[in-house]
């Protein structure tokens, strides 16, 4: 079954940092782009970060952009993402997920599938 | 950065009805709009890509049309299980931002 598993999250102080892991099994992880979606309690989903296939391209929202780093490790199936400098507003589910690179009347992508999902609390 | 919108933003509705649920973009993104559920406690869900394709194992009381800046997704006749938020998103650019989200609860 093509999975993915987050671990890493936890409570960290403001200014703290940490280190979140994404491991993906059942499919040929270095052909795909992987992502990060957060979703602060309550709130909607915030696309975070993507990195792609060979990690030559990488991309942040403005929100976390010069406080957190994407990376991943090819030959241990995972992605990780670099919190720092982490801020009240930072709390949330973080989820990793695949992105899936499709035909239909043309080239799409969609994210699929999406990991359960590690909580990251910021707090004093 | 592309902005989505949803509304409406919460609908109540009963088991058999049919319901719709409209996304927009700030600008023209073709048909590449995608669709999520998610259920209290749980991660998304993908239903539809590329705007009307159906996702593999998803029911086919679920649909999806619409290109340019108006897309829909369209419930035949609600299940039990159907009661989530749901959420559209776009894959024109990056970021692939998402809509606030529709809530759907039992009326």
């Known amino acids: 079954e093509v999975q993915l598993v987050e671990s890493g999250g936890g409570l960290v102080k403001p200014g703290g940092s940490l280190r979140l892991s994404c491991v993906a099994s059942?499919?040929?992880?270095?052909?795909?782009?992987m992502i990060w979606v957060r979703q602060a309690p309550g709130k909607g989903l915030e696309w975070v970060s993507s990195?792609?296939?060979?990690?030559?391209?990488?991309f942040y929202a403005d929100s976390v952009k010069g406080r957190f780093t994407i990376s991943r490790d090819n030959a241990k199936n995972s992605v990780y993402l670099q919190m720092n400098s982490l801020r009240a507003d930072d709390t949330a589910v973080y989820y990793c997920?695949?992105?899936?690179?499709?035909?239909?009347?043309?080239?799409?992508?969609?994210?699929?599938?999406w990991g359960q999902g590690t909580l990251v609390t910021v707090s004093s | 950065d592309i902005q989505m919108t949803q509304s409406p933003s919460s609908l109540s509705a009963s088991v058999g009805d049919r319901v719709t649920i409209t996304c927009r973009a700030s600008?023209?993104?073709?048909?590449?709009l995608n669709w999520y559920q998610q259920r209290p406690g749980k991660a998304p869900k993908l239903l539809i890509y590329?705007?009307?394709g159906l996702q593999s194992g998803v029911p086919s009381r679920f649909s999806g049309s619409g290109s340019g800046t108006d897309f829909t997704l369209t419930i035949s006749s609600l299940q039990p299980e159907d009661f989530a938020t749901y959420y559209c998103?776009?894959?024109?650019?990056?970021?692939?931002?998402f809509g606030p989200g529709t809530k759907l609860d039992v009326k």
């Open positions: 997920a695949r992105e899936y690179a499709g035909w239909r009347q043309g080239p799409h992508t969609w994210f699929d599938p």
């Open positions: 059942d499919f040929t992880f270095n052909n795909y782009n």
């Open positions: 990195i792609s296939s060979g990690s030559t391209y990488i």
């Open positions: 600008q023209r993104i073709s048909t590449s």
């Open positions: 590329a705007a009307s």
């Open positions: 998103q776009q894959s024109y650019n990056t970021p692939g931002s």
